[in-house]
C-alpha cells in the first residue's frame, strides 16, 4: 500500500459514516464524504416504493446523481478506500458517478461497505468499467467491525 491514503464513503443513515469514520483512523488516512448534491430524504430512500428516488437510480444503469462536493488534491492519493452502503446487492449509482470524476490510472481502489444483510456480491466487477486504469484490491463488508480489527485489515493489504 502507499502512502497517502483517501478514505472516501457514502452514507446515506450514518451507519456508513461511522464505518469509514473508524477505517479513516486505522489507516491513518484522510476522510471524504461523497455528498449528494440533492440530499436524500427518508422518502427517496425508501426502498419499498417503486417510486422512491433510490429505487429509479437503482434501476437505471445509466443513473448518476450529482455531488456536492470534490475530493481537493485527488492526484496525491495512491490509495483510496471507498464506502458505501449496499443497495440492491450493489452499491449505489452515486459512487459510479464518483468514480468517474476523477483520474484513478495507477490508484488502488479498496472497497468497502455496509449491508443490513448482503455481501459486496459482484459490487467490484460492476465499478471497474467506472475506473479502469486503476488497481482494484477487493473489498469487505465493515459491519461491527473495530478499529483494531480494520488495522489488520489495512496492514494485510500492504503485503
Known amino acids: 500500500m502507499s502512502k497517502k491514503i483517501l478514505v472516501a464513503y457514502f452514507s446515506a443513515s450514518g451507519v456508513t459514516k461511522k464505518a469509514a ?24 430512500l425508501d426502498w419499498t416504493n417503486k417510486r422512491s428516488r433510490s429505487t429509479i437510480e437503482m434501476n437505471d444503469p445509466s443513473s448518476r446523481p450529482a455531488i456536492g462536493n470534490c ?22 449509482t452515486i459512487i459510479k458517478t464518483f468514480l468517474e470524476s476523477y483520474d484513478f490510472t495507477g ?16 459490487t ?21 467491525a473495530t478499529e483494531s480489527s480494520l488495522k489488520s485489515w489495512v496492514e494485510s493489504l500492504k503485503e
Open 21 to 44: 469514520s473508524l477505517l479513516a483512523k486505522a489507516a491513518n488516512a484522510d476522510l471524504f464524504e461523497i455528498q449528494p448534491k440533492e440530499p436524500y430524504t427518508s422518502a427517496d
Open 71 to 92: 475530493v481537493e488534491g485527488m492526484e496525491d492519493y495512491d490509495t483510496v478506500f471507498l464506502g458505501f452502503p449496499v443497495w440492491w446487492y450493489t452499491a449505489p
Open 107 to 122: 490508484k488502488q481502489i479498496v472497497l468497502f461497505a455496509t449491508s443490513g444483510g448482503s455481501g459486496l456480491g459482484k
Open 124 to 144: 467490484e466487477i460492476a465499478l471497474k468499467p467506472c475506473a479502469p486504469n486503476a488497481v482494484w484490491k477487493g473489498g469487505k463488508l465493515l459491519n461491527g
